[in-house]
């Protein structure tokens, strides 16, 4: 039993000054050591400078790559033919091919007739025209060489062949319930 209360004893004894002294000293090197590692080193404005001059650098080259696209002739793809011209070229081609089309008349503004009430009391979406693909005028104007398919909405409507023809005639009359398109 001696044995047992020994074993007690020892397990809770305190421990002694000298190893709490150790210990100590031992956090008290460590902190030395990294004061001494880390105290000379600097502080951090040059890494503000050394990022600040990457962005300036950075900067520059992506602004003399874009004068070098903007003011120089260059392939973009030369199996197509196609090439990049100065964009001050670019705007004299431009301003003298405008120049030698002339401009078409804007055809009159079809407004819907009021919509006539069906037996539901509601107008039903089947009965709506559907859009139009695309503009007459547009399309002349990119140069297309056919002239646009027209859609009439009666027999007995027709609409005129050009914007220009379109401006001296009056507009057709709605004969059936769905509203007239215009070209």
Do not use: C
């Amino acid at each position: 039993m001696a044995d047992t209360e020994s074993l007690r004893h020892i397990a809770h004894s305190r421990a002694p000054f000298s190893t709490w002294l150790g210990v100590v000293l031992l956090f008290a090197l460590f902190g030395v050591i990294v004061l001494a590692i880390i105290g000379p080193m600097p502080r951090g404005s040059d890494y503000e400078e050394t990022r600040a001059r990457k962005r300036m650098e950075n900067l520059k080259t992506a602004r003399e790559d874009a004068e070098k696209s903007l003011n120089t002739y260059a392939w973009v793809d030369k199996n197509k033919g196609v090439v990049r011209i100065p964009i001050s070229r670019a705007m004299e081609l431009t301003v003298a091919d405008l120049a030698q089309k002339k401009p078409v008349a804007a055809g009159p503004i079809a407004t819907p007739p009021p919509a006539q009430a069906s037996p539901a009391g509601a107008a039903s979406p089947a009965a709506s025209p559907p859009p139009a693909a695309s503009k007459p005028g547009a399309a002349q104007a990119a140069g297309s060489a056919s002239p646009p398919s027209q859609t009439a909405t009666s027999p007995s409507t027709k609409a005129p062949a050009s914007p220009a023809a379109a401006a001296k005639s009056p507009p057709p009359a709605a004969t059936s319930a769905s509203p007239a398109t215009s070209p």
